[in-house]
Nanobody
Framework: QVQLVESGGGLVQAGGSLRFSCAAS????????MGWYRQTPGKQRELVAT???????NYADSVKGRFTISRDNAKNTIYLQMNSLKPEDTAVYYC??????????WGQGTQVTVSS
């Protein structure tokens, strides 16, 4: 089992920045990959960014160049720095983890609202 605790998010004006963190209850020795997905009403949850145990990153085209995912192995924590935010980034953001046996885990979700 992996528990995920998110922090960050909130309300920001377009062009502003926010930073998320997600702390896992297990180390990257157990977790194969972590990241964030987001969801808006009536739409499927979509990938935002992921980072693997080996440090490889993957981003949605819509956030490339604006969002940066990083990790602190000592704290079992990942971060998402979101810059140049747009109203279309408004969503509930969910932290995600996949462990070594491909079990998936989700955080509680955090609302991000970008006003124009």
């Amino acid at each position: 089992q992996v528990q995920l605790v998110e922090s960050g998010g909130g309300l920001v004006q377009a062009g502003g920045s926010l930073r998320f963190s997600c702390a896992a209850s297990r180390s990257f020795f157990v977790i194969r990959a972590m990241g964030w997905y987001r969801q808006t009403p009536g739409k499927q949850r979509e990938l935002v960014a992921t980072i693997t145990r080996g440090g490889s990153t993957n981003y949605a085209d819509s956030v490339k160049g604006r969002f940066t995912i990083s990790r602190d192995n000592a704290k079992n924590t990942i971060y998402l720095q979101m810059n140049s935010l747009k109203p279309e980034d408004t969503a509930v953001y969910y932290c995600y983890a996949r462990d070594s046996v491909s079990e998936e885990y989700w955080g509680q979700g955090t609302q991000v609202t970008v006003s124009s």
